[in-house]
């Protein structure tokens, strides 16, 4: 799993982040390499969200200061929708609602967004139930409207599923495991697993170690007050586990509620 | 979306020819007379009575107030609007006088030539009677009837004298009271007791070329347990060199029958669309009208069902979409007159660049009118923030022993919504266009296929350049 070709996909210098005048990163410098998985672990209010959001582009977002590029191409420059095209993709925390859009439309559509050539109804067809069996979801899933009166659980599939067909090079997987119950972080788990490889990379943002039970990363970052104090291998995460964010500072244990 | 491949079979299965060559016969001066009127009917040849019913129209139309609720018409000139042309004249227009936003919408849709000359109203439809004729042999087997209003005047007038004017009378409203005064075209349509007809009769098919008339007058009656669905008009715009719009659509449904109407009215930009459409619904019938309204610029159109008897449902399901300069005033009317009689009124209206949208409608229960139920909802869509919704629900209850529910919501497309999409691929265009074609799923889905197809490439056709 360690094995990779050293070429790296993501790379974060000195990343500052402000949302409306308050500066939540101060400074993240992160690298992912193709094929790796990365989790990034911090208490509430670190900044991790933030991370995901920005690197999507999320127009609330704003970059004060440093690079970000993916496959060599400056990311900051991009559009949210064109990052998606390169092959970026941010599994959401809380995913929006979209009433009357079904999900098996709204997948083929994104789909055909990043392909040259538009696939088949029955080819599509065929891809998203074979994804959809994988993740053990039922086929009438397809035809449901897009995270509407969706559970937390089946929210959070949904964004796997959505991973599973689109195949991106870069997966940012924020808070995927909040609000899921063991068997669905089973299954989400599996999910991740069967797509990882010599391509993906993943960005893990989790405030739990316990995802990491079934992930297991390549590396583990620590997130505190906006800044990367500490990088390990996945031992880190247990260490966390068994102390808390409590020795990077009081400020930040107190935010762990 | 999964359709698009049947809209290819849709849209060339019927070929569309034009003629190009046709002289104009007779085109009435501007303004309105009694003169007008009389000639109009000298010329279609109508027997005394529909004569007479036009003249008492006038005389109501001319002492009748304009409407001050509602849309601004204070720019309607009565003056300067030719009042009948007949429609062999319409092929006297030129190709070249069609707006170029019409010409180009026509080209995003695929429509082919000849049918883009026809709605455009410059060319006439001839190649498509092999298609017309096979569906009206099957319907005449089955003792259907389906013409424009004129010939069903003169091939079935003991018929339409005893419907015609009875569930809108000539002198309803002013709008209607014009029609009635100078109707030309629209639909006649008769379908016997039992009888299904299991395809949607278009207008679009009818032969007789009268049917994209200003003031064009529609009657159905549907007999007891009979069933039809008629569509009118089509997603494409429609183009009018003339201001006014005015048609009457009258529905009788009995016992037991049901009856379907969609319309999708996409005229250009430049017309005042005023139609009153109305039917009444007896015992144990069903009225729906499926009702949208994207073209013209200002449009009143409130489809009403009165339930007669026991049992009878009316239903109004509406979109409407006002862009720059639009004002979409749309709505719905249920009268309960009788007991245990039940409505529905889904509305949907999307606003954006500063386009006006309402929704106004009225539900009255008449005394004695126990155990009615009616469920109103309305939903507004906001694309941005200089366009704006209104919602006027009107309630005249006399009756206690009802359920009458009302739920009006007010959206916005939110950040997160259009983040969420384009964080997978969509641009900013086809994000919106999928949040407003999501919004208005509830009401695409009951359209025809093929008109489903074209809503949902004529709403992202409209969603281009609105951003920003």
Redesign the interface.
Known sequence: MTATNGQTTLSIRDLHVSVEDAEILRGVTLDIPAGEVHALMGPNGSGKSTLANALMGHPAYEITAGQVHFKGQDVLELETDERARLGMFLAFQYPAEIPGVRVASFLRLALNARRETEISVMEFRRLLMEKMQMLRMDPKFASRYLNEGFSGGEKKRNEILQLAVLEPELAILDETDSGLDIDALRIVADGVNRLRGSDLGVLVITHYQRLLNYIEPDRVHVLIDGRVVESGGKELAERLEAEGYERYGAAAASEDA | ??VK?IDQVGLDTYKFGFHDDIQPVYTSPKGLSEDIVREISRQKDEPAWMLDFRLEALRQFERKAMPTWGADLSRIDFDDIHYYIRPQDRQARSWDDVPEDIKSTFDKLGIPEAERKFLAGVGAQYDSEVVYHSIRDDLEEQGVIFLDMDSGLREHEDIVRDYFGTVIPNGDNKFAALNSAVWSGGSFVYVPEGVRVEIPLQAYFRINAENMGQFERTLIIVEPGAYVHYVEGCTAPVYATDSLHSAVVEIIVKEGGRCRYTTIQNWSTDVFNLVTKRAVAYRDATMEWVDGNLGSKVTMKYPAVYLMEPGAHGEVLSIAFAGEDQHQDAGAKMVHAAPDTSSLITSKSISRKGGRTAYRGYVQVLPEAERCRSNVECDALLIDDRSRSDTYPYMDIEESDVAIQHEATVSKV????L??????????E??MA??V??????IVKELPMEYAVEMNRLIELQMEGSIG
């Open positions: 979306m999964a491949d939110s950040d997160q919504q983040f969420y999409l384009m964080s997978r691929g969509l641009t900013q086809q994000a999928m949040v074609s999501g919004f208005i799923e509830p």
